[in-house]
């Protein structure tokens, strides 16, 4: 739940399969998680799923039956009928706890048949406790739980004859010996009331101690070809575990795990810690994988969206592109001036084409798109200017105007890479007339901050002071050199202000 939660809040798609058996389910609360002591194991789950689905991830009953391989994804089945595909596998399937074949173990396990003194040494606390000695820990269990009862005892069961030097560690802390194997566990009622030895006697407790073999489940991740591996403690086995680096990355590209199948010895509150590393780990994973694809995702658009084949689906995949109102710098340029030649670079559905039409320019309206210029022309006819405007189909990366041409050149935001952009107004540049003005309009380098929409290409982005610094001094008299900002009003209704960068100047 720790890792789905980080995954949430990282705005991930979370969907967490839970089998509902945890580990912990025998016990009475959950221990050592600081702010949750002695919550019960079901309570802070179900704490665990709202929190979750309250951030937008889903968490349902189930079991998972399979996961395989898809591409750079995987398949994972549910409840042998459901299937989700999934970018990444996070798998706290736990531990398993094989206790010894004592008769009544299991049945109490986690209530009154314990293994951890700092999971239930509280609880049991000056009690009568048992230590079940069925490997080499068994004096160093019986020292430990010494710590929180006095009334702590070693039954031998079928452990080896203890040597000199642990006699005397237990003798010198009171911890008394029992000889004998056990043959089962006693109750009365719901109460475990001792055990019962092989030959018959009754060793009266409240707790039996045992240390149990630690064994991941790994059957999902075996699958995928994960091998769990031998825990060892002072050259003993104590347990198997799938092993992972400090993140719970895996040796399987994509999966992470988490928690007791991955740590044997991990209390709730380590188990929900590594979860929230493996969380984030997975979300930075991500991270990198999503920026690649944007990056490759990025150059192609670079590559082709000056394309006449890119522009023609651009206009055809809607009824008119642009408002159909002319450019604001345009008219606050233009309005007023005596008419003359003018070349619309550009021109798109006609706006400004048509807007200079009707004040008596001659206009020469470029564009790249055959959609657009066939709209531009429709709307010319509609206007009534027709005869003023000379539509021409060509690329203007590569396309070069008459020089010295035009009483006006108008470029509006005709945001290229940046020596493209430095070669077309040098050659729009050139079409300017002595006495004529060259017009150039671009989106301003500060828009990339703001919350209106623009394509995120810094590089095509431009300042007047860029434009200007580019022209020859010789030639070229700056009129204007400026950041307008200006106000628009996106398709939600919602105002926006960007920035215009405007450079102006008159051929000398």
């Known amino acids: 739940m720790a890792g789905a939660l980080a995954l949430a809040r990282a705005r991930r798609s979370v969907l967490v399969v839970d089998a509902g058996e945890p580990r912990n389910a025998p016990a009475a609360g959950v221990h050592h998680y600081l702010g949750r002591e002695g919550t019960p194991p079901a309570q802070l789950t179900a704490a665990g799923r709202e929190e979750v689905r309250a951030h937008g991830g889903q968490v349902v009953a189930g079991r998972v039956d399979g996961v395989t391989r898809d591409g750079d994804g995987f398949v994972v089945t549910v409840d042998g009928t459901r299937t989700v595909r999934a970018r990444r596998l996070l798998v706290t ?186 969380g984030a780990a997975i979300n930075a994973d991500l991270v990198e994988e999503d920026t690649d694809a944007a990056v490759t995702a990025y150059r192609e658009q670079r590559e082709t969206m000056f394309t006449e084949a890119a522009w023609e689906q651009r206009y055809q995949a809607r009824d008119a592109v642009w408002s159909g109102r002319p450019n604001p ?30 004040r008596g320019w001659q206009v020469t309206a470029v564009d790249i798109s055959d959609t657009a210029l066939t709209r531009a022309a429709a709307y010319a006819r509609e206007r009534r200017v027709a005869e003023r405007i000379e539509f021409r189909h060509a690329d203007l990366m590569r396309w070069t105007p008459e020089p010295d041409g035009y009483d006006l050149v108008s470029a509006q935001f005709m945001q290229l890479p940046p020596q493209p952009r430095r070669d077309l107004f040098g050659r729009l540049a050139a079409a300017v007339a002595p006495g004529g003005r060259l017009l150039i309009v671009g989106h301003h380098p500060r828009d990339l901050r703001s919350s209106a929409h623009r394509l995120h290409l810094p590089e095509m982005m431009f300042t007047a002071e860029q434009v200007a610094a580019e022209l020859d001094a010789q030639r070229f008299e700056v009129l204007a050199a400026q950041t307008r900002p200006r106000t628009t009003v996106d398709p939600h209704g919602q105002q926006h202000t960007i920035h215009d960068a405007v450079l102006l100047a008159r051929r000398r």
């Not at 999902?220 to 060892?232: A, C, I, K, R």
């Not at 030649?341 to 200079?356: H, K």
Request: net charge negative; with cysteine; aromatic share 4%.
């Open 329 to 358: 710098q345009l008219v606050a340029e233009v309005e007023g001036s005596a008419p003359g030649r003018v070349l619309d670079v550009g021109c798109g559905e006609g706006a400004d084409a048509v807007w200079l039409a009707e």
């Open 93 to 278: 399937t736990g531990l398993v706890d094989e206790l010894p074949d004592v008769p009544g173990l299991t049945e109490r396990w986690g209530r009154d048949v314990l293994h951890c003194p700092y999971c239930h040494g509280w609880e049991v606390r000056d009690q009568r406790i048992g230590v079940l000695a069925t490997g080499p820990f068994a004096v160093q269990q019986a020292l430990l739980w010494r710590q929180w009862s006095p009334q702590v005892l070693v039954l031998l069961h079928d452990a080896a004859v203890l040597d000199a030097a642990q006699t005397e560690r237990l003798a010198a802390r009171g911890v008394p010996v029992v000889s004998g194997p056990v043959a089962a566990v006693e109750l009365a009622g719901d109460q475990l009331t001792g055990v019962r030895l092989a030959d018959g006697e009754l060793v009266e407790l409240d707790a039996v101690v045992v240390v149990t073999r630690m064994v991941a489940r790994s059957v999902l991740l075996e699958s995928l070809g994960l091998s769990p591996v031998d825990v060892e403690m002072s050259g003993h086995v104590i347990g198997r575990r799938v092993p992972a680096d400090a993140t719970g990355a895996t040796a399987v590209p994509g999966v992470w795990v988490a928690g007791n199948v991955t740590d044997v010895s991990a209390q709730v509150i380590r188990a929900a810690g590594a979860g929230t590393t493996a």
